[in-house]
T-cell receptor
Framework: GENVEQHPSTLSVQEGDSAVIKCTYS??????FPWYKQELGKRPQLIID?????GEKKDQRIAVTLNKTAKHFSLHITETQPEDSAVYFCAASKESGSARQLTFGSGTQLTVLP | SAVISQKPSRDICQRGTSLTIQCQVD?????MFWYRQQPGQSLTLIAT?????????ESGFVIDKFPISRPNLTFSTLTVSNMSPEDSSIYLC????????????FGPGTRLTVL
């Protein structure tokens, strides 16, 4: 089955700096890669996603890049703010029948220092 | 986005008992997914709940321990049976936003503590 590795497990940055979180996946058939943000005690919230027919996607301060050949994708957050502090999870999936089952990375605890 | 609710939001249970968690969605969805998030850990898929058929379980999860019902397109239950302290986790359901997209949304979760 799919295996997703995520690095780093913890990341501290100064407010205003950029943060980068990286994930690799094992199944070359995976073609959908969402990123979730989970604040303490809350549900995971989708923040951005990318499909394998696209190399990069951007939404304001957040961007995701995908390298299909190397089977890795990254989350980039620019101009970080204290409210960006949370646990971020990457995930990968491929369509299986009519369902998409997500395999998650281990998570990155991002702390933005004021 | 879909509005997803779960009941209960949290519970404290005794070893050996069972707890049924409900997931309700405000729109009809073909698939519903159940995840477990152990303390400080990532999310692990338990099973996919299909309406009108048996749930599909992931490796390491069995129907006797986690029976699932899916009586209609807006509702599902997950039962955690014969609980032990190792079952203490957050249990979350998720659903696709709609049949045309890959986006999945999560319910608020049920925080289970087993003593």
């Amino acid at each position: 089955g799919e295996n997703v590795e995520q690095h780093p497990s913890t990341l501290s940055v100064q407010e205003g700096d950029s943060a980068v979180i990286k994930c690799t996946y094992s199944d070359s058939a995976s073609n959908y890669f969402p990123w979730y943000k989970q604040e303490l005690g809350k549900r995971p919230q989708l923040i951005i996603d990318i499909r394998s027919n696209v190399g990069e996607k951007k939404d304001q301060r957040i961007a995701v890049t995908l390298n299909k050949t190397a089977k890795h994708f990254s989350l980039h957050i620019t101009e970080t703010q204290p409210e960006d502090s949370a646990v971020y999870f990457c995930a990968a999936s491929k369509e299986s029948g009519s369902a998409r089952q997500l395999t998650f990375g281990s998570g990155t605890q991002l702390t933005v220092l004021p | 986005s879909a509005v997803i609710s779960q009941k209960p939001s949290r519970d404290i249970c005794q070893r050996g008992t069972s707890l049924t968690i409900q997931c309700q969605v405000d729109s009809q969805v073909t698939m519903m997914f159940w995840y477990r998030q152990q303390p400080g850990q990532s999310l692990t898929l338990i099973a996919t709940a299909n309406q009108g058929s048996e749930a599909t379980y992931e490796s390491g999860f069995v129907i006797d321990k986690f029976p699932i019902s899916r009586p209609n397109l807006t509702f599902s239950t997950l039962t955690v049976s014969n609980m032990s302290p190792e079952d203490s986790s957050i249990y979350l359901c998720s659903v696709p936003r709609d049949s045309r997209t890959d986006t999945q949304y999560f319910g608020p979760g049920t925080r289970l503590t087993v003593l």
